[in-house]
């Protein structure tokens, strides 16, 4: 979604570099994520592990772009609509808040 968005909304400046950021971040924290495997969607996730600038950015990514990958990638598409219905697991134990 975000290779579409850079490469064609027109809000988005391609050459800027600002994007291949975003990715490289969005790919840090799926490798950090506290789920691990279980990751549910994370517009499900009750974290929030992205500073809530960039939560807001991906908002717009994925609000541009999630239609148009309908076109581009329909199994792609389903698979994630797929995955946003996946009930979210319990936090791992080490990260639940201690009562
Ligand atoms: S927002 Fe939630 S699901 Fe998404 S990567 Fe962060 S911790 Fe994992």
Known sequence: MLTLYQ??????????????????FAEKRLDRCVFGTEKPACRQCPVHCYPSAKREEMKQVMRWAGPRMLWRHPLLTVLHLLDDKKPVP??????????
Do not use: S, T, V
């Not at 064609?8 to 490289?24: K, Q, S, T």
């Not at 319990?90 to 009562?99: A, G, N, S, T, V």
């Open 7 to 24: 490469r064609r909304c027109p809000d988005a400046n391609p050459d800027d570099g600002h994007y291949d950021a975003l990715y490289a």
């Open 90 to 99: 319990e936090l791992p134990e080490k990260y639940r808040k201690k009562k």
